[in-house]
């Protein structure tokens, strides 16, 4: 869920429920005329105009909506007018960001609560998307001991930092009140998730507004400015479960700007908001990012196992609610990405990961089938058990011998081959100029030479695993080997792959000669002894770009 904002070169502002970017744009009015609510005939006005191209006028009628959400003291609208008029301030004011600073900080100078926690939230962002736009300049820029309150260019790296983390917390006062109000609220300048509802995971303005603040403090793209006595994630009572890590007594350095300490306060408030709530949904989604969070940025060698216990002992004690499979889902993740680590003959460690987050995913389905982390589990199950491919040999081969390929492969009990001769001047170009799913239908078209299958091992943990295998004997000539995981090779349904070979008694070797010219060596591949009474014709090959091909020329005859 986010604010219906705008996005313009200099300020993007987004209010959001998911971590998912989605379009920001003005409500929908009701379809019918006689509907329509003094707001919502003003706003399609505006909405004409922005189309249009007149911003100037645009802005005169949200200028109307200002006075009237004003007059009438309505929250949303008046805050909507707010973000409305930056926006189409931008469109044509000149030095726009310092001018935005100073209206939004005369709008919350005048405002009341809660107006005046969400324009600090906006203001926040401001400065934080300034510095993205602009962090060339503050990277290189030293400490200043002169400069203008109320003039963002004469800051330097340490002033912008401070005044972030300084105006998202400022947002976050008051939290009594914050939490007391619904987000439905706000209904008016939030765009919801397709399906989802606003009010399971983000209930109250305060959850909405700490969310905005998490963005910033979880996030590395932001002003860094370490103080001496620096917070660090280095316990493990940080992977605590809600109940016991709200009741800590935690120290945080008072001078501190380590955004990691601002992200647990935040956490922990959202923890005890939630601690006692029927619905465990939001309660859920906090300790998962905590957590996730804590093990991103933790100073400890068993983080991975820690983060591992407190995810299961958090599925465990919500198993009974649908959120749960988002628990589940967030282990298996984990385990696929632990897998990753796993190396082929120096240690069993990880091999097994990818099959037990399989069966993580398997529990969140079968528990909750419809449910959300069931939905990404069984992606993620898909994304594991998919087969995998690919074939390679030598270029050449001798003529009516068994030969060796290496088969690279995944989830596969079983591939079967084809050998199909070919043109290898044509391939050539075939290979250069066809797409992949054409060049597969031109080889399946080809009479068959030689097919067979063979089984492979598999010992079920959903690994890639490398092995060699014969290859049949064919006749000197240029051929195409195919393997498939199906035995109809079917293009569309099968996962196919090939490698071209040559079957030949020749060989050769070059090197270059005193003169500077180049002598070829032509050897018999099998004994390696130079082979008597050939003769050899060289080409020089060169791409014609007017017909976009290949064009090879004749250079010489030798024996």
């Not at 003169?515 to 002894?529: A, H, N, P």
Request: proline letters at 5%; charged letters at 25%; aromatic letters at 12%.
């Amino acid at each position: 869920m986010k604010i219906k904002s705008f996005y313009f070169i200099i300020l993007a502002f987004a209010l959001h429920f998911h971590a998912t970017p989605s379009p920001l744009s003005p409500p929908s009015p009701p379809s019918h005329p006689l509907t329509l609510s003094p707001y919502n005939k003003l706003w399609l006005q505006v909405d004409s105009l922005s189309n249009l191209g007149l911003p100037k006028s645009a802005l005169e009628v949200v200028g109307k909506i200002y006075s009237l959400a004003k007059k009438e003291k309505n929250d949303p609208q008046f805050v909507k007018s707010i973000i409305y008029r930056l926006k189409l301030q931008a469109d044509f004011q000149e030095d726009f960001h310092t001018q935005a600073i100073l209206d939004l900080k005369k709008e919350i100078t005048y405002a009341g609560e809660p107006v005046k926690q969400i324009l600090q939230s906006i203001l926040a962002e401001v400065y934080w998307k300034y510095y993205q736009n602009n962090r060339y300049r503050f990277n290189d820029r030293t400490r200043l001991l002169d400069y203008e309150e109320d003039s963002i260019q004469t800051w330097d790296l340490n002033r912008l930092s401070g005044k972030i983390i300084k105006t998202y917390m400022i947002s976050l006062e008051n939290s009594d009140l914050l939490k007391s109000i619904p987000i439905h609220d706000f209904d008016i300048i939030i765009e919801k998730a397709e399906g989802k509802s606003p009010g399971s995971l983000r209930p109250t303005l305060y959850d909405f507004l700490a969310w905005r603040a998490l963005d910033y403090f979880m996030s590395n793209d932001g002003p860094t400015n370490v103080s001496a006595d620096n917070f660090r994630i280095d316990k493990p009572l940080f992977f605590m479960q809600a109940e016991k890590f709200t009741s800590l007594q935690m120290i945080f350095p008072v001078d501190s700007t380590s955004l990691e300490s601002f992200a647990i306060r935040i956490f922990r408030d959202l923890a005890t908001s939630h601690l006692g709530d029927k619905d465990p949904g939001a309660l859920i989604d906090e300790e998962l990012k905590r957590f996730e969070f804590t093990w991103q940025k933790a100073a400890l060698e068993s983080k991975d196992s820690l983060y591992f216990d407190a995810l299961e002992k958090l599925e465990e004690t919500h198993r009974d609610s649908p959120y749960s499979t988002n628990i589940i889902y967030a282990i298996a993740r984990f385990l696929n990405d632990q897998g990753g680590k796993f190396k082929t003959g120096v240690s069993e460690q990880h091999k097994w990961d990818l099959k037990k987050a399989v069966e993580y995913c398997e529990k969140a389905i079968d528990r909750f089938p419809e449910s959300d982390g069931a939905i990404n589990c069984r992606s993620l199950k898909e994304q594991i058990k998919d087969p995998f491919l690919t074939i390679s040999l030598k270029e050449e081969v001798i003529p009516d011998q068994v030969s060796l390929a290496s088969l690279a492969f995944k989830n596969l009990p079983i591939v079967h081959f084809r050998i199909v001769r070919a043109d290898p001047e044509k391939d050539m170009e075939d290979r250069q100029f066809l797409g992949q799913e054409a060049l597969m239908n031109y080889y399946l078209g080809l009479p068959v030479f030689r097919s067979w299958s063979q089984k492979l091992p598999d010992d079920g943990d959903y690994r890639q695993h490398v092995c060699e295998i014969p290859v049949l004997p064919v006749s000197e000539g240029f051929y195409i080997i195919l393997v498939s995981s199906g035995s109809d090779f079917a293009n569309k349904k099968d996962v196919i792959a090939f490698a071209p070979f040559f079957s030949t008694h020749i060989s050769y070797i070059s090197q270059r000669n005193e003169e500077g010219e180049t002598d070829v060596y032509i050897l018999d591949r099998e004994s390696g002894k130079p082979m008597k009474n050939v003769s050899c014709e060289v080409f020089l090959k060169k791409y014609d770009f007017r017909t976009r091909k290949n064009i090879s020329t004749k250079t010489g005859d030798y024996l």
